[in-house]
């Protein structure tokens, strides 16, 4: 059961006390511990020292949803691990630079904010009418990455939730070839960081009503928000039109994912197709049931 009293962090002070609010913070706490336990997010103490953590905030009802989250589980000394909030500021023109800082000062939360023009850089790139995701999120994370080392952090924390994760498996499906999607957690190339993604288990529509209930100060992607087309775009309006058919099919989707039978796939370098024999059982072999 969630606390009664207002005894915690800041970030909550003024939380609804309506019964509907109360229940959708407690669903989040459950999600994102859910991940973080099931997913090994958590490494041992090196020297008496808890790991560290960069929490990515781009000022997005998803990233202040991680953040609120976080400093719960925290709270209640489920995550015995160091904060730090980090926003990096890309030079988007009109970007409302004071926001986070004030944000983060007022909420006592310790924090980074980092400029970095790679605004310029996009928009130097890439041709009229293609879309800036790929450059700007390469571009995004190199310096995260950076800034993660100079902090003497061991992970680097991103805001993706379910629905990032279930579209980016179909457009990985239907663009890309193969089936892959967004990790809940994984080594950069370099091999000496974490990602993590502790909202894997979370639904989008809850970030968005837990974000909008607290009043945060919401800042929008103009960058690759504002364009029209994208991939994603088109792949989260197929999947609107599968929920509204057919409520719940979201979450179906997302729990195959956790559920893959590498034998009933045709990857070889999954399954030893060629190895099979008679009198094996495929579902000795790969846990699978016919």
């Known amino acids: 059961m969630l ?16 019964t509907e609010f109360k229940k959708l913070r407690k669903r989040l706490v459950q999600n994102v511990r859910e991940a973080v336990e099931q997913y090994g997010m958590i490494a041992p103490a090196t020297d008496g020292k808890p790991p ?24 209640r000394g489920l995550l015995p691990v160091d904060l730090l909030a980090c926003n990096l500021d890309q030079g988007q023109p009109g970007f409302p630079a004071t926001v986070l800082p004030e944000f983060l000062e007022r ?37 995260l990455y950076r800034v993660a080392r100079e902090e003497g952090c061991s992970a680097v924390v991103l805001g993706h939730h379910r629905d990032d994760i279930l579209e980016t498996f179909f457009m990985n499906l239907f663009h890309g070839g193969r089936l892959a999607t967004m990790p809940p957690k994984l080594v950069n190339e370099e091999g ?32 690759c928000g504002s364009q029209d087309g994208l991939q994603r775009q088109q ?41 099979l024999a008679l009198g094996q059982r495929t579902s000795v072999l790969s846990g699978d049931q016919d």
């Open 107 to 143: 909420m006592d939360v310790p924090h980074r904010i980092e400029y970095q023009d790679t605004y310029s850089i996009v928009m130097d790139k890439i041709p009229a009418g293609r879309t800036f995701c790929a450059l700007c999120s390469r571009l995004r994370r190199g310096n």
């Open 192 to 223: 000496d960081l974490f990602l993590y993604r502790p909202l894997a288990h979370v639904a989008e529509a809850d970030c968005e009503k837990f974000a909008t209930a607290m009043n945060y100060p919401i800042i929008p992607c103009d960058l």
């Open 52 to 75: 560290k953590w960069l929490v990515c905030l781009s000022g997005g009802k998803d990233s202040y949803t991680l953040l609120a989250i976080l400093y719960e589980l925290k709270w």
């Open 235 to 275: 792949v989260k309006q197929i999947l609107d039109g599968w929920e509204k058919n057919s409520p719940g099919r979201r979450q179906v989707m997302f729990r195959a994912l956790m559920n893959a039978r590498p034998s009933h796939l045709l990857d070889p370098k999954l399954f030893d197709f060629a190895g």
């Open 3 to 18: 606390d009664q009293s207002d005894d915690i962090h800041p970030l909550f002070h003024g939380a609804p006390k309506s």
